[in-house]
Nanobody, 123 residues
Framework: QVQLVESGGGLVQAGGSLRLSCATS????????MAWFRQAPGKEREFVAA????????LYADSVKGRFTISRANAKNTVYLQMNSLKPEDTAVYYC????????????????WGQGTQVTVSS
């Protein structure tokens, strides 16, 4: 069955870095666009970053542009999110998602989801 398993979350001080990973199985990873979304308590799920199936194109939310980098390793069926210069407002549960088609910023367009990993940034 389809599985997406996030890891790499944790507690970090403002200005620090974390690298999230999302290991996948059960679908043809190299043909799916991948994305990261996040959801803070009391807020709606929001788009963070997305990458095309071949890594040739990526999208970022304005709030993370220049600080976060999405990448993928098709040979490992894994997508990553490198997060630098973290801010307290980055605190959220981070989810990876997969979509058959082009990268997209809307969560309702994604087919598969992971269970999420908590990222907490202290001030």
């Amino acid at each position: 069955q389809v599985q997406l398993v996030e890891s790499g979350g944790g507690l970090v001080q403002a200005g620090g870095s974390l690298r999230l990973s999302c290991a996948t199985s059960g679908f043809t990873f190299s043909t799916y666009a991948m994305a990261w979304f996040r959801q803070a308590p009391g807020k709606e799920r929001e788009f963070v970053a997305a990458i095309r199936w071949n890594g040739g194109s990526s999208l970022y939310a304005d709030s993370v542009k220049g600080r976060f980098t999405i990448s993928r390793a098709n040979a490992k069926n894994t997508v990553y999110l490198q997060m630098n210069s973290l801010k307290p407002e980055d605190t959220a549960v981070y989810y990876c998602a997969a979509r058959l088609g082009f990268e997209n910023t809307h969560y309702e367009n994604y087919n598969y989801w992971g269970q999420g990993t908590q990222v907490t940034v202290s001030s």
